[in-house]
């Protein structure tokens, strides 16, 4: 399905959608379905959610050097290693 807006619409909608940590087509169907919007995430989880990624971005450059036949130098391991027990710590004290 397509719809025509302007670009400030556009960029209001995706911008509306990002803050609420949804993809523009579930905003556009929960406002569709009348639906309760989630809150959008406070800054703690908002930094969370980076943090989460960038450790995703870690585990991915490692496994792809790993896949290429590189052995991964020590330092890219103990960075990949810090992040996931920082990661761990941090939820288990949020528990």
Same mark, same amino acid.
């Given at each position: 399905? $397509?719809i025509?807006?302007?670009? $400030?619409?556009?960029s ?8 609420l940590? %949804?993809?523009?087509?579930?905003y556009? %169907? ?17 930094? $969370?959610?980076e ?8 585990i ?14 020590t330092y890219?391991?103990? %960075?990949?290693?810090k992040?996931?027990s920082?990661?761990?710590k941090?939820h288990? $004290?949020k528990?």
């Open positions: 399905m $397509q025509r807006v302007s670009s $400030q619409e556009k209001a909608i995706r911008a509306r959608a990002k803050s940590n %949804l993809h523009v087509s579930e556009l %169907l929960s406002l569709h379905r009348n639906t309760a919007l989630p809150p959008p995430p406070s800054e703690i989880e908002r930094r $969370q959610l943090e989460v990624a960038q450790i995703g971005n870690m991915n450059e490692l496994v792809t050097i790993i896949r290429s036949g590189k052995v991964p130098d890219e391991l103990q %960075l990949v290693i992040a996931i920082l990661f761990v941090f288990s $004290q528990r």
